[in-house]
């Protein structure tokens, strides 16, 4: 059981969180508590996303560094294999690790029945492998946090507005203010 | 009669049309937003829709002819990159959405005038184009998260549209964000079931996960997706129990984006569900199987009856048609439920119909709010006299949601109950009949305010209006496809046949 | 003797290099982390942090509102006008590497990243912003002096 809940413990994560911000928007009457609950719900979901995409002992789908000493690892131009691997990449060698960082990335798609991708980027010589973690979810979730970023805001500007013409934000009391106008004590 | 459409573009246009129709008006979005004054914005918007009409146009011709078209966006050859894929069932939403977005622009103008702050108007042009790029991404992208990206595209920008109605009513506010709760936590769910299928099988496009969901469709995993993709797209649809945005965003919106979503956005949404339902999920799986009955179906026949029954006893007007809107659905999901080709191009013909009619009564109702202020029933009071041409207009639109015959509304009841009989289901067939006869009643108070009611009196005076010609012109073609439809169906009835037979043969896959 | 002395040299210590930051998390945004939307929001922190210490009135000079809401549109307008280059040079919809056709290792491509990316900074610099003074400039109903 326990091993159970080990196991999956980034899911049972993602399950209560889920279920809190799903709590907190039906529950609340307060407007902005009701979008922080759905900034959680919404989180939730980018874990879950994250959780799939992790295999165990890649490491972030970056271009790899390629090891001081491996001169000649570059597709044929040695003089930026030495040094650190970030800024060696630049030039026409990275043009050659990109494209293998590609067909990796093809590679990755195509075969995979299960989250669990294990590509290897063995295109160019001495290279060697390297276990990545599938970037896919990641792409996606950056896109689903530019959405929800867009969501919030426009959920905050819209209770601004509220604030403005109802002087509150707790659900029971613009209610009980509409209510009233239908009835037709207060004027529009 | 869009089968012997050649194509008229040249092939630079044509053979990217599908792409275009989707970036012209995203593009031109920006360009609306930073013009000095509404006519300008109104301007690019009529531009960005015109050519979405023209290329959509294009798109349905050569779907009828070549089959389904598929675009590789920045040559990623399909399962990996985005694709976009257009076949008969996303060509008839392509067309309807640009052809109403195109009539509700122009009738737009003096509409939008009255009710949005001039410093806003270019803004509100600029969301409208945001949003119907979304609408048209979503209903031709290939690509299951793409179309979630498309999905929130479109609805962010609806919220900013319903939340602009706060000129006229603050609750145009609390019904925006009320409908951004619920749309996200749809969109949320849609999202989390994008990614079970992804976890089975490994690949976003729709067509390959189609293809792979056969195999393994009795995990688990499959199911549970299936069960938050159909929860996260009714929401957006409206369908029945989770409908309950819809009324008031309908009901305080400014007349011109009520006019526009009623036509639209909901009929997309139904899109989605049909595409995943047929499509994507395979259809003969015992899972899907009972949904058919136990959810659409059963959902539909209730929503269908208990979205008429509060039509009935609406004040507001536009709640009234918005809660009439939620019984349309209902027929559209009976539909979808009964499964069956009959039933599907059922549940598309009154897709197509349905817009044609609420198009025309929103748009009548949006007139007589700009000239009289009109919101609740008893405003509408004595209108035939002060406006005939408008009056005349909505009664077809009116009579058309009863089904009467001489309209268009009759024949999507026709082969509705047919459809319903054909699978045996009477209790499916009675439901959609007392349906009618309650839609009967509602618009029997609308039109009984409208024609006998007291004519306006001003200063001793009944008071005469017309309608702007840039509104009446747009209506009139709405009201009167209501009727020239009922003579001769064939071209809508092929659209929605064609479409039901791409949901059937899994036209995606 | 100004409370805020020592937020105010600190802050313009970092304010230039938060920006150069920004830039370098975009041009490098092709081959390794990074991208015009983290630039956009970098350097947007940047402009948020001007107008936290030195407040609305001096940020608003330095970037006026008007710039920003070009900018809003004038980024989807890069980005979209990218994609309208590669059609009209023959390609598909933002197909990068029509804009380089005989390069042998898709110079295109990091061109036509790069390209987009600048519009996704400009945008996403210029919304941030956007939604920043807006919120800001709303007269409060509390008093400054009174929370």
Redesign the interface.
Known sequence: MLELLAERFNFIIVIVLMMTGLYAVIATGNLVKRLVGLSLFQTSVFLLYITMGKVFGGQPPILPEYGGGHGEGYGGDGAHGTGDAAHAAAGEAAHGAEDVLQQAAEALTEPVASTQAHAVLDGADGIGHAVYSNPLPHVLILTAIVVGVATLAVGLALVVRIRESYGTIEDEAINSADYAIDRGEIGR | MIDTLTSFLPPLLADHAVVLAVVIPLTLAPVAAIMPNGRLGWLVALLGTLAAAILTIAIAGDVAQNGIISYALGDWAPPHGIEFRVDALNAAVLVLVAVLGLLGVVYALPSVADEIARDKQSLFYSAFLVCIAGLMGVASTGDAFNMFVFLEISSISTYTLVGMGAGNDRRALTAAYNYLILGTIGATFFVIGVGFLYMATGTLNMADIADRLPAIQDSRVVQAAFAFIIVGLGLKAAMFPLHLWLPNAYAFAPNFVTVFLASTATKVAFYTLIRFVFDIFPSDAPFVQVSFLWVFAVLGVIGMIAGSIQAIFQNDARRLLAFSSVAQVGYMMLGLGIGTMAGISAGVLHLLNHAMMKGALFMALGIFALRFGVRQISDLSGLARSMPATSVAFTIGALSLVGVPMTVGFWSKWYLVGAALEAGWWWAAAAVIISSLLALGYVARLLAAIWVGKVPVHRGEEVHSRAPLSMAVPLWILAAANIVFFFDLSPVLEMARAAAEAAFAGGIR | MNPHLVLRVVSKLLIPIIVIFGFYVHFHGD???GGG?QAGVIIASAVILYALIFGMDAAREAVPAWFV??G??????IY??T??LT?LLG???????MLDPDST???GQHLGILLVELGVLTTVFSVMVV?FY??AS?AP?IPEGEW
């Open positions: 081959y390794s982390p939307f809401r070009a809003s549109a004038v980024g989807v307008l979209g006008g994609g309208f059609w390609g598909n919809f933002l197909s990068y590497d290792h898709h110079a939604i807006t919120f709303r109903d």
